[in-house]
């Protein structure tokens, strides 16, 4: 088989990356033919991309490729110099596979190698080496993806949580009300008056449950009778004296509780950008 190019992908199949895409596989091998050999073989596993460079060029090509796994000499600069891989300001792959002339060599980065290839390497101490770091990537991808099917989960049952449609009579009719249609809501003892555009409509429901059931990061509280939708609010004038209001995108302008001064700022720069 013919050497690799020392610049190029070289497509093959090993396993895959999330169940669809191949496992990156960096090579940066100082030694001519000890990376002909590991790059050779590894064209020929399943699912697999591979990138030979020499290790002049190991930290850069980690940026721009984001390998799954690296094999590199364990004498060279970079491992010499560090501990594990966020030293060196790049993101740790899953897994790493050293290769020395040494079997006595040591480094502080050795803690985060999957094994340990001696040179000259051989095919069947290779073959083992990648089926260790292959499990390791395995391992990692499928926590990984468990994991953000969690927090999928998690923010799915979040944005349903809250209130999203509310049933308010008028007349002899049942209107279905968007609750991100509602400019603010005005309490009136055990009603609330919501108020839309050109529209208002009366609930039966007190302000403090009636605030529970609202998502915290579109409706604010600014007054004992009054709940604000963020999305309609275009400003809050907090003078150091005289009366305090927010301004809707309607022109309507509603006081603010000077007590909450405090409140309503710490509560704005945890939400938006301050």
Same mark, same amino acid.
């Given at each position: 088989?013919?050497?690799?190019?020392?610049?190029?992908?070289?497509?093959?199949?090993?396993?895959?990356?999330?169940?669809?895409?191949?496992?990156?596989?960096?090579?940066?091998?100082?030694?001519?033919?000890?990376?002909?050999?590991?790059?050779?073989?590894?064209?020929?596993?399943?699912?697999? @991309?591979?990138?030979?460079?020499?290790?002049?060029r190991l930290l850069s090509t980690i940026h721009e490729c984001d390998p799954d796994l690296v094999i590199l000499d364990i004498n060279t600069t970079e491992a010499s110099r560090a501990s594990d891989w966020e030293t060196l300001g790049v993101k740790a792959p899953p897994a790493t596979i050293f290769t020395t002339?040494?079997?006595?060599?040591?480094?502080?980065?050795?803690?985060?190698?999957?094994?340990?290839?001696? /040179?000259?390497?051989?095919?069947?101490?290779?073959?083992?080496?990648?089926? %260790?770091? /292959?499990?390791?990537?395995?391992?990692?991808?499928?926590?990984?993806? %468990?994991?953000?099917?969690?927090?999928?989960? =998690?923010?799915?049952?979040?944005?349903?949580?809250?209130?999203?449609?509310?049933? %308010?009579?008028?007349? =002899?009719?049942?209107?279905?009300?968007?609750? @991100?249609?509602?400019?603010?809501?005005?309490?009136?003892?055990?009603?609330?008056?919501?108020?839309?555009?050109?529209?208002?409509?009366?609930?039966?429901?007190?302000? @403090?449950?009636?605030?529970?059931?609202?998502?915290?990061?579109?409706?604010?509280?600014?007054?004992?009778? %009054?709940?604000?939708?963020?999305?309609?609010?275009?400003?809050?004038?907090?003078?150091? /004296?005289?009366?305090?209001?927010?301004?809707?995108?309607?022109?309507?302008?509603?006081?603010?509780?000077?007590?909450?001064?405090?409140?309503?700022? @710490?509560?704005?720069?945890?939400?938006?950008?301050?």
């Amino acid at each position: 088989m013919g050497s690799l190019p020392q610049d190029s992908w070289v497509e093959s199949q090993l396993f895959s990356r999330n169940l669809s895409d191949p496992i990156r596989v960096l090579v940066a091998e100082p030694d001519t033919v000890s990376r002909r050999l590991i790059c050779s073989i590894l064209e020929g596993e399943s699912d697999v @991309k591979v990138h030979c460079v020499d290790n002049s060029r190991l930290l850069s090509t980690i940026h721009e490729c984001d390998p799954d796994l690296v094999i590199l000499d364990i004498n060279t600069t970079e491992a010499s110099r560090a501990s594990d891989w966020e030293t060196l300001g790049v993101k740790a792959p899953p897994a790493t596979i050293f290769t020395t002339y040494d079997a006595t060599s040591a480094s502080r980065f050795s803690s985060v190698a999957a094994d340990l290839l001696i /040179k000259p390497i051989s095919v069947e101490q290779l073959h083992i080496a990648v089926d %260790a770091a /292959k499990s390791k990537i395995i391992r990692a991808r499928t926590e990984l993806s %468990a994991s953000e099917r969690s927090s999928d989960r =998690e923010e799915r049952a979040g944005r349903t949580q809250f209130l999203q449609r509310v049933a %308010a009579e008028s007349g =002899e009719k049942i209107v279905l009300i968007r609750v @991100k249609d509602i400019l603010w809501l005005q309490s009136f003892g055990n009603h609330i008056r919501l108020h839309l555009g050109n529209a208002t409509h009366l609930v039966r429901q007190t302000m @403090k449950n009636f605030q529970s059931l609202l998502d915290p990061h579109h409706f604010l509280r600014v007054h004992r009778n %009054a709940i604000v939708n963020l999305d309609h609010v275009t400003e809050f004038s907090l003078p150091p /004296k005289g009366n305090m209001f927010v301004m809707l995108d309607n022109g309507k302008c509603l006081p603010l509780r000077r007590a909450n001064r405090a409140i309503l700022r @710490k509560t704005l720069k945890s939400q938006f950008l301050a």
